[in-house]
């Protein structure tokens, strides 16, 4: 859907609550206004869609629609259970939780299916403990722990910015920020609070336009680790990135948002893992990959599972050797990192997770039955 589109596209939101939810029209713009897009009224949301200072987080609902197909579709449904919590505080009385997943599809235009979520693989937002490998790391690097057939596994989410972590700043401010941030090779990683990186930002709005303003030094001050071992970290988080951009040179780098927070996922056979909480034990057959790959669903978006085959020995058999020896030697730098195979239908694998790319989200579509967009592909 166009931009032209998008108060349009509301309105009919709006009109569909006020049947879903048997309510005044005048009351249901209200209730779409609060609970989807968090303005105050109808009115202060028509203002901010026409002055385009709407919130990035809400913005890409107003493009959610059935003309854009499964996109829009895996977009909601991937939101789905924030909005049942903003909307349930505009009710009057309960209502079960699957019929307010079908209510809420119904508002933006769907038609209410048996199953709301398709069904794959994927890791829930809790259960998430701080990674303590490195030092003066508080919330900046998290780990899960799982079984993947049979094997012990563990997942870092290292937080990262970009610019649709300001979810805060208007739709235009975090088009800016997303030219700015293109000076970066890869997402800067979260070292510092987010309060400071918000103050940076503010600053470098404030000083467009001033004379001697320090704006090619913006953000340099908060991206840079806090001590060595942060350092090294970022740095063979990099050489990771790399190695794997290399093999996707036409493609962009997806990253997952968990409560609000953007991530990059990798993941590698450990020794020793302690699985808290929810059960996790993943099984893959043939039937999941897709040229050596698999994609699992984190948050709001998916990351890449590949697998490389080895024989009896341990050697690699397949034809990508420099990618597989350079990927495999990034892995290994990760101090819990321990080499063990993967049994698919008798074959030995070495796997390993990775950040997925939108090229690769598109080809595998088929093991995920999820596609997801980038945040200014949503935005613009």
Known sequence: MSKDNSEKNIYLQAKRASKVFDIPLSRAKDVVAQSIYRCHDYIDLSRKIRSKSLKASAYPFSKVSPENG??????????????????????????????????IQRIFGFEAEENLLDDFYSFSNYGWKVYTEIQGNKDTVYYKDFTLNGVMYRLLAVNVITACSFQNNSLIQVQVLYSE??????????????????????????????KDAPQKNAFNSVAKPKNQQQEEFQQNVNKFLTVIKNENLVSKLQTVQMSNFDYLMIGFAVDEGEI??????YYLT???????????????????????????EGKYIGVDIDYYAEAKQCYSAFNDYKEKYVVINKRRY?????PC????????????????????????
Not at 90 to 103: G, N, T, V
Not at 276 to 281: R, S
């Open 70 to 103: 499964e996109d829009a579709l895996a977009y909601l449904n991937n939101h789905v259970e924030h909005l049942k919590e903003r909307f349930s505080k505009c009710l009057a009385k309960p209502i079960s939780q699957r019929a307010f997943s079908k209510s």
């Open 181 to 210: 941030f293109q000076k970066y090779q890869f997402p800067p990683i979260a070292w510092r609070r987010w309060e400071e990186w918000q103050e940076e930002a503010d600053i470098f709005f404030n000083t467009i336009g001033i």
């Open 276 to 281: 808290v909480g929810e059960t996790l034990d």
């Open 286 to 312: 043939d039937e999941n990959l897709h040229n050596f790959k698999t994609a699992f669903s984190v948050g709001d978006g998916t990351i890449c599972l590949e697998v490389f085959e080895v024989n009896e």
């Open 350 to 354: 070495e796997a390993f997770f990775r």
């Open 357 to 380: 790319f939108e090229v690769e989200s598109d080809r595998l579509n088929g093991s995920t039955l999820v596609t997801t967009e980038t945040c200014m592909d949503k935005l613009l």
